[in-house]
């Protein structure tokens, strides 16, 4: 069973997933600014992640979209199992990449986790496999935001791009991961012992 404070993080990212499910909602209403439950919303995780005196929350969309993926980016760095945080090849720790997708649009990416501290294979590929769902969990609303966009015809070429943005994000850290695990294994002179399979759908 995951101790107490696994939960409170566990519970936390999947708040920020709902947050960012409500920015690309705004967005696809051709709303530039964070609406007052949205912005209070924000404020009320920031409190529960312990900032006792938040600053005022953002805005705009695309710096609320910002601050909620930097909030996600701290999370998912905090996993009890991965000491570093997660960083781009060539860009110092915490720096995020982004995607332009257009001039008015961009998507923010996620990087596989470097080999942990300690070492062991195991707890690296279980970060990995982690990061790769949540890869996946971020196409998966980006997807979801496209069919809608499409069937209210609101912007459905700019939700498609970015769908394809976080496919194109997703599959190449699959790609990534399944190279990763094919090394280890030949490393320690076995057979790779399973894949990284994306959910069915």
Not at 78 to 106: F, S, W, Y
Not at 118 to 133: A, K, N, R
Not at 165 to 179: G, I, T, V
């Amino acid at each position: 069973m995951a101790a107490p404070a696994e939960l409170r993080r566990r519970l936390l990212l999947a708040e920020s997933d709902v947050l960012l499910e409500d920015v690309e909602m705004l967005r696809l209403n051709d709303q530039s600014e964070a609406s007052p439950r949205l912005r209070e919303a924000i404020r009320a995780m920031q409190i529960r992640l312990g900032r006792r005196n938040p600053p005022l929350p953002p805005a705009t969309l695309d710096a609320a979209h910002d601050l909620v993926f930097a909030v996600q980016q701290r999370l998912m760095a905090a996993n009890p199992r991965n000491p570093r945080p997660t960083r781009h090849l060539g860009r110092p720790t915490g720096q995020p990449v982004i995607t332009l997708i257009r001039e008015d649009r961009k998507w923010k990416v996620l990087a596989l986790p470097p080999p942990t501290a300690s070492g062991q294979d195991d707890d690296w590929i279980e970060l990995v496999e982690l990061t790769v769902e949540r890869a996946w969990d971020r196409w998966c609303y980006a997807q979801q935001h496209a069919v809608r966009a499409a069937r209210v015809r609101t912007k459905p070429q700019l939700a498609l791009a970015v769908a394809q943005a976080a496919w194109n994000n997703y599959w190449l850290l699959l790609q990534d991961a399944e190279r990763i695990k094919e090394r280890l294994s030949v490393g320690r002179g076995r057979l790779a012992g399973g894949t990284f399979a994306a959910p069915r759908i």
